[in-house]
């Protein structure tokens, strides 16, 4: 079954550093793959998404991701981070014939100012 | 703004008193989902409506019920909350299912269970 694994529980970076966020998947084909980004007590928020195509994907915030098969991962990444990034980040992939989101375990970003 | 809006945004039972929270939506979605939020963990689908058809998740507890009146309504019944139960729950919206349409989330309700 297609699965996503987070191996980072807590990141902790400074403001203005630079950001990347590991995500992997375990799928045979192309998965589609997601990045949402939950703030403290609201519900999630679309980063971006890939589903073929451009290995590199650009999504809102200034994040962007990179698919590689042959690392099976789909880390995020972002230039310079903010204060208001610190959030807990989640990817996820369609699973159950599609009609669901199965979501990693997460990665809760730390910015220290 | 097309949204999806829950509420109340936080709750409060007694152990074993039934709850109701509700979700509503403006984007005129197919597809709403109901998924529960324990601290510090995943968002784990419970169930999941395409229109009228429901779906339930084999490892969704009884106690949890839904009903989709309307396209813009659907509501998640707790029949006799314990204290295992208390978590965010989310609804979220998409266009189809499928795997390749985005989910848009509500901001969620946070159930306490006394």
């Known amino acids: 079954a297609q699965s996503v694994t987070q191996p980072d529980i807590h990141i902790t970076v400074s403001e203005g550093a630079s950001l990347e966020l590991r995500c992997n998947y375990s799928?045979?084909?192309?998965?589609?793959l997601f990045w949402y980004v939950q703030s403290p007590g609201q519900g999630l928020q679309l980063l971006l998404k890939?589903?073929?195509?451009?290995?590199l994907v650009q999504g809102i915030k200034g994040f962007e991701a990179e698919f590689k098969r042959s690392q099976s991962s789909f880390n995020l990444r972002k230039p310079s981070v903010h204060w208001s990034d610190a959030a807990e980040y989640f990817c996820?992939?369609?699973?159950?014939?599609?009609?669901?989101?199965?979501f990693g375990t997460g990665t809760q970003l730390k910015v220290e100012l | 703004d097309a949204m999806v809006i829950q509420n109340p945004r936080y709750q409060v039972t007694q152990f074993g008193k039934p709850v109701t929270l509700s979700c509503s939506q403006t984007?005129?979605?197919?597809?709403m989902y109901w998924y529960q939020q324990k601290s510090s963990q995943a968002p784990k689908l419970l169930f999941h409506?395409?229109?009228?058809?429901?779906?339930n998740e084999a490892d969704t507890p009884d106690n949890f019920q839904s009903r989709r009146p309307n396209t813009s309504f659907c509501f998640l019944d707790i029949r006799s909350p314990g204290l295992g139960d208390a978590a965010m729950y989310l609804c979220?919206?998409?266009?189809?299912?499928?795997?390749?349409?985005?989910?848009?989330f509500g901001p969620g309700t946070r159930l306490t269970v006394l």
């Open positions: 979220a919206t998409s266009r189809a299912s499928g795997g390749a349409d985005e989910q848009f």
């Open positions: 799928y045979g084909a192309t998965p589609y």
């Open positions: 890939y589903f073929s195509g451009d290995t």
């Open positions: 996820a992939v369609p699973t159950g014939g599609g009609n669901k989101l199965t």
């Open positions: 984007l005129n979605h197919n597809v």
């Open positions: 409506y395409y229109d009228k058809d429901f779906n």
